[in-house]
């Protein structure tokens, strides 16, 4: 069974430019949750999707976006790039976050630089 | 206050010793606790779940839930340096629309 996959792996950009990342969740796993990862504030939560609906979100300026597609695949967006955007984004798939006690399984993360 | 809470570390322990984990969180919502191990450069890789109060235990892995205290941690038994890594706690929040929340990880280092 495939895990989660995340593409691309490494993204640098400039100041000002906007970047997609795509998200693909393991097989039959219907919500996708985004996470922002740096040294100095750890794990952050962006947002969660759920059979293509936002069903939750963090507090992130709305540069920050997000949809999923019929088939579970998510993508984020950032728009109007800043320094302090660099960071690991993870992803992270389960079969249904708020499910009692279902587990979420991370993606290998996109690494953006940007410059 | 922070909602999920872990002392940053690092936490030394020698080869073959038992490492304590510790995590506190605010919200008395949250139901579901997870601990990841983060290994530098990689991504979190699930190693448990807990969801009842008591201990659970998963080969060399015991991972405790006191609700009553708001209190998680994570014992890792006969510890080896490939243990070494970053531990997140996770709570899963429902009261926030099930959000998972991270703690800030806590470094562990075993010594040969």
């Known amino acids: 069974k495939a895990g989660v996959t995340q593409t691309p792996r490494y993204l640098i950009k400039t100041r000002g430019q906007q970047v997609t990342l795509s998200c693909s969740p393991i097989s039959g796993h219907r919500s996708v949750s985004w996470y922002q990862q740096t040294p100095g504030q750890g794990l952050q939560f962006l947002f969660e999707y759920f059979s293509e609906t936002q069903r939750n979100k963090g507090n992130f300026p709305g540069r920050f976006s997000g949809r999923q597609f019929s088939n579970s695949r998510s993508e984020m967006n950032v728009s109007t790039l800043e320094l302090g955007d660099s960071a690991l984004y993870l992803c992270?798939?389960?079969?249904?976050?708020?499910?009692?006690?279902?587990?979420?399984?991370f993606g290998q993360g996109t690494r953006l630089t940007v410059v | 206050q922070k909602e999920v809470e872990q002392n940053s570390g690092p936490l030394s322990v020698p080869e073959g010793a038992i490492a304590s984990l510790n995590c506190t969180y605010s919200d008395r919502g949250s139901q579901s606790f997870f601990w990841y191990r983060q290994y530098s450069g990689k991504s979190p890789e699930l190693i448990m779940f807990i969801y009842s109060n008591g201990d659970k235990e998963d080969g060399r892995f015991t991972a405790q839930l006191n609700k009553a205290s708001q209190y998680v941690s994570l014992l890792i038994r006969d510890s080896q340096p490939s243990d070494s890594a970053t531990y997140l706690c996770a709570g899963l929040f429902y009261n926030q629309g099930g959000k998972l929340i991270f703690g800030q990880g806590t470094e562990l280092s075993v010594k040969p």
């Open positions: 992270a798939s389960s079969l249904d976050i708020r499910g009692f006690n279902t587990e979420a399984f």
